[in-house]
Nanobody, 114 residues
Framework: HVQLVESGGGSVQAGGSLRLSCLYN?????MGWFRQAPGKERERVAT??????SYADAVKGRFSISKDNARNTLYLQMNSLKPEDTANYYC?????????????WGKGAQVTVS
């Protein structure tokens, strides 16, 4: 079955950096990172497919998504972190284009910015 396993979460001070990794056994056409803060809806952070990369406005210029197919790993480099970036971050994959809903999800990695 499809497995997506996130790692690299943790606590960091505002202005700091973290890199999330997602080890996957299913390479979807679209892969991405989403986040959900307490009391808020899950939101798309960044997605990548064969044609393009897309970022939420809130993270543009600070976060960078990349993928290493040889290592079956998706990354999210997060710089200049802010307290409002605090959330549980989920790796996701979908077989269709990125405008559609994702089909597979990891369990999440907590990021706390103070």
């Amino acid at each position: 079955h499809v497995q997506l396993v996130e790692s690299g979460g943790g606590s960091v001070q505002a202005g700091g950096s973290l890199r999330l990794s997602c080890l996957y056994n299913h390479r979807g056409n679209c892969m991405g990172w989403f986040r959900q803060a307490p009391g808020k809806e899950r939101e798309r952070v960044a997605t990548i497919d064969s044609n393009s990369i897309s970022y939420a406005d809130a993270v543009k210029g600070r976060f960078s998504i990349s993928k290493d197919n040889a290592r079956n790993t998706l990354y999210l480099q997060m710089n200049s972190l802010k307290p409002e970036d605090t959330a549980n971050y989920y790796c996701a994959a979908g077989n269709g284009p990125c405008r559609l809903a994702m089909a597979y999800w990891g369990k999440g990695a907590q990021v706390t910015v103070s």
